[in-house]
């Protein structure tokens, strides 16, 4: 795929702009978002990956086109696996309803800088070794083994707690935290004392949780295609509405099911495929002598993007059945789930550094 330097920083300036506005809207506007504004706003940024796919199909070719499909719904199913993660860090530090939207967008804007490392990187080491084949596929191929795991483990404790990473406790250690939130401030002034507000403590979690996150979700795209410019836009699309899911879905996948099962499938296929590749095209000298495995069969992107979609459809059949079973719609499991989002708010459950 030989794209000219226009269509790079073409592609990096809109998607900067759309990534600024959103910014300055939460800022100027800080807001919890209604179901219908969410609902518009995921509608536009998922219509324009689509847009953008089909823009892909006709200027490069099919192939191109669907690869960067295969990439953005693995990407986006993998983000909204993490809005159940973000709740959790909402309701741990019981950031209030206002603020959600704020918080929510820096962690994104975090996520898109650290990812857009990772992807740089990455593409370097892929280029010049293809050993890292074998770590991205062994790396997935664990990460479906950790989500059955959650899976078992969701089945039987029910219901999760944000539990604080070392990183946040040291963070805590180290600074003044103030008991209460004080609006959209990060810090704030306690008989003069400087504090740090619990607004940029869960801030940090979000920014700092997410690089977990990249270990699975850059790996994987990787799987899907080698190519840096569909790595970095199928990855940023589905980032980009990640803050109106958040407000549309986030409640609602606490009663979903098996949608770790399905990311487990998911990643599971595309780590093994990561593993194929790189035995096919093998320089480990301690396998096959260090030559390329010929018979090692090639995996066409029609297929994986086949396989990802048949996934993620019988999730959402699974779901409907079970509602179907217990009397309800998809539209009342939402109305439930958007009720119990109400009042958020409260005192934050962060601790108070006295020093």
């Not at 650290?114 to 080491?125: D, E, K, M, N, T």
């Not at 406790?169 to 209460?180: C, G, L, N």
């Amino acid at each position: 795929m030989d794209l000219p330097a226009w269509a790079w920083a073409l592609t990096m300036v809109v998607l900067a702009a759309v990534v600024v506005l959103d910014l300055a809207m939460a800022i100027r506007n800080p807001h919890k978002l209604s179901t219908k504004e969410a609902a518009s706003w995921a509608g536009v940024y998922i219509g324009a990956a689509l847009v953008f796919g089909i823009i892909m199909f006709a200027t490069q070719g099919a192939s191109y086109g669907g690869q960067f499909y295969a990439g953005y719904l693995t990407e986006l199913a993998l983000s909204v696996d993490n809005l159940f993660v973000f709740l959790l860090i909402i309701q741990g530090f019981r950031v209030p309803a206002v603020l959600q939207s704020r918080v929510l967008l820096v962690g994104i804007v975090l996520s898109i800088v650290l990812r857009g490392g990772f992807i740089a990187v990455g593409s370097v080491l892929i280029a010049k070794f293809s050993w890292v084949f074998l770590i991205f596929g062994a790396i997935l191929i664990w990460t479906a083994i950790g989500q059955l795991r959650e899976n078992a483990h969701e089945s039987e404790e029910g219901e999760e707690h944000y539990e604080k990473s070392r990183f946040m406790k040291f963070a805590e250690s180290k600074m003044r935290v103030s008991a209460d939130y004080h609006g959209s401030k990060l810090f704030a002034r306690i008989d003069g004392v400087r504090f740090v507000t619990p607004l940029l403590l869960a801030m940090i979690a979000i920014g700092s949780t997410d690089i977990l996150f990249a270990l699975d979700s850059i790996p994987a795209i990787f799987g899907l295609t080698q190519e840096p410019y569909l790595v970095f836009t199928a990855t940023i699309f589905a980032l980009m509405g990640l803050r109106q899911l958040y407000f549309l879905l986030a409640a609602m996948l606490k009663s979903l099911k098996y949608l770790h099962l399905g990311l487990a499938a998911i990643l599971g296929w595309i780590g093994v495929k990561l593993v194929m590749n790189g035995l096919a095209e093998n320089q480990l000298p301690f396998i096959n002598g260090g030559h390329h495995i010929e018979w090692m069969p090639h995996i066409p992107t029609t297929l994986s993007l086949g396989i990802i979609a048949g996934v993620l459809a019988a999730v959402v059949l699974a779901n409907w059945i079970l509602l179907r079973r217990q009397g309800k719609s998809f539209k009342e499991l939402f109305a439930e789930s958007e009720a119990s989002m109400e009042g958020g708010g409260g005192t934050p459950a962060v601790a108070v550094a006295e020093k």
